[in-house]
């Protein structure tokens, strides 16, 4: 790709990562972007630090360096 597009959220809060780098529901399309940085590690929040994903459609994506305490630590999500 000449021109990667990366959604980081290792120091969204203050300085810590974000619970999820993305949140996508419903028609929602996402193609192409890397998606690092993300920790879903609240007593709340326990997957999909990369992404949580509500029916969205994901394309040609990249996860690196996201975790979760409990499940989808790049990408925890619920089909259409």
């Given at each position: 790709?000449?021109?990667?597009?990366?959604?980081?959220?290792?120091?969204?809060?203050?300085g810590?990562?974000?619970?999820h780098?993305?949140?996508?529901?419903?028609?929602?399309?996402?193609?192409?972007?890397t998606?690092?940085?993300?920790?879903?590690d609240?007593a709340?929040?326990?997957n999909?630090g990369?992404?949580?994903?509500l029916?969205?459609t994901?394309?040609?994506?990249t996860?690196l360096?996201?975790?979760?305490n409990?499940?989808?630590?790049?990408?925890?999500?619920?089909?259409?």
């Open positions: 790709r000449a021109n990667p597009v990366v959604l980081d959220g290792s120091r969204s809060r203050n810590m990562p974000a619970y780098v993305v949140y996508a529901n419903g028609d929602s399309v996402f193609d192409g972007f998606v690092t940085g993300g920790n879903a609240h709340k929040v326990l999909g990369g992404m949580y994903v029916g969205a994901i394309r040609n994506c996860f360096r996201n975790s979760a409990l499940g989808g630590g790049g990408l925890f999500g619920y089909a259409k």
